[in-house]
């Protein structure tokens, strides 16, 4: 009997394929036939892990959630063990939605085609709202951590912050992806990392008292 880990990886190599397929020629060149073909298997085995389209494309979908997911979370933790401010922190966790590079583009590419499937698909759009919210709430999260050490103000509220700072990663994320090389004549790395430092600018006003307590110590 197949390992549980042949599995995985089989199902792994078949969201490559999906993802190949939507970076090279859109949603609709993801067929199960394509998809077997671009992943090197028979049309029968990629059924056997996939009944439609749409599994297809929710797996591949999870996939990259998965993939961005622990990109940040290697931010946050690499953040926390070096004792960074908050704010630092979260422009990296967000600057990984934005399609800064080929990895991100394929990324953003696949999220966009689920996105776009899911308005007329509920199972899908309920998973597409359940991470958008996810995102915010994570968001909300690290401005109300900003507010227990000081580099946010007690009085301010963490959700509106969260939606305001969700809506800029996703609208930047788009517009990076229309122009890739950047607006202006500014590099769009550096015009991205610009735009979310001066939106948490607006948030994160104080300073950390926990580090700050930590080095007079």
């Not at 190599?13 to 671009?38: N, S």
């Not at 966009?112 to 709430?137: H, I, M, N, W, Y």
Request: hydrophobic share 45%.
């Amino acid at each position: 009997m197949p390992r549980t880990a042949d599995h995985e990886e089989r199902r792994r190599q078949i969201a490559v394929a999906v993802c190949e397929l939507i970076t090279e020629d859109g949603l609709d060149a993801v067929t199960v036939a394509r998809t077997a073909a671009a992943a090197g298997i028979s049309v029968g085995l990629v059924q056997h892990y996939f009944r439609t389209k749409d599994e297809m494309l929710l797996h591949a979908f999870n996939e990259v959630s998965a993939a961005i997911r622990i990109r940040a979370d290697e931010r946050i933790r690499a953040g926390a063990e070096h004792q960074r401010p908050i704010s630092r922190v979260l422009a990296e966790a967000m600057a990984e939605f934005i399609p800064l590079d080929e990895t991100r583009r394929t990324e953003f590419r696949v999220t966009r085609a689920f996105t776009g499937r899911s308005l007329d698909t509920p199972a899908l759009a309920e998973v597409d709202v359940e991470t958008a919210r996810q995102l915010r709430k994570d968001i909300a999260q690290a401005v109300h951590n900003g507010k227990e050490c000081g580099e946010v103000e007690a009085d301010l509220d963490p959700w509106p912050a969260a939606v305001r700072l969700t809506a800029i990663t996703e609208g930047l994320a788009m517009q990076v992806y229309r122009d890739p090389a950047g607006v202006n004549g500014v590099p769009a790395a550096e015009m991205s990392a610009s735009v979310i430092a001066a939106e948490l600018a607006a948030v994160f006003t104080g300073e950390c008292r926990q580090y700050a307590e930590e080095t007079d110590a």
